[in-house]
């Protein structure tokens, strides 16, 4: 059983920077591939990228990809999304999750096991 909390959200001015992170309590947390999430209003919600378990291995979105960077310290059992650029577009609560072995599939929900409580972020233009 693995529990995710994020935290770092807020309200940021476009082009600007947040870093989001996400804590985990419970075992194994090493041996998870994590993903972030997000989720506008009246949307699905979205995949932005994900991490493999031994953080050797990275995937974005194509809306995010080269304006966030996903990282993780397995010895702080804390998965990270650094964001940069920040647009209004990217104004959404931000989820992470924990899911094994997901190979291809991190772009896909219902791979992931374990879900945090999402924290909001808010891009004004």
């Known amino acids: 059983q693995v529990q995710l909390v994020e935290s770092g959200g807020g309200l940021v001015q476009a082009g600007g920077s947040l870093r989001l992170s996400c804590a985990a309590s419970?075992?194994?947390?090493?041996?998870?591939?994590m993903g972030w999430f997000r989720q506008a209003p009246e949307k699905e919600r979205e995949f932005v990228g994900g991490?493999?378990?031994?953080?050797?291995?990275?995937y974005y979105a194509d809306s995010v990809k080269g304006r966030f960077t996903i990282s993780r310290d397995n010895a702080k059992n804390t998965a990270y999304l650094q964001m940069n650029s920040l647009k209004a577009e990217d104004t959404a609560v931000y989820y992470c999750?924990?899911?094994?072995?997901?190979?291809?599939?991190?772009?896909?929900?219902?791979?992931?096991?374990?879900w945090g409580q999402g924290t909001q972020v808010t891009v004004s233009s």
């Open positions: 991490i493999s378990w031994g953080g050797t291995s990275t």
């Open positions: 419970g075992r194994g947390f090493s041996t998870y591939d």
């Open positions: 999750a924990a899911g094994r072995w997901l190979s291809r599939l991190f772009g896909e929900r219902s791979s992931y096991h374990y």
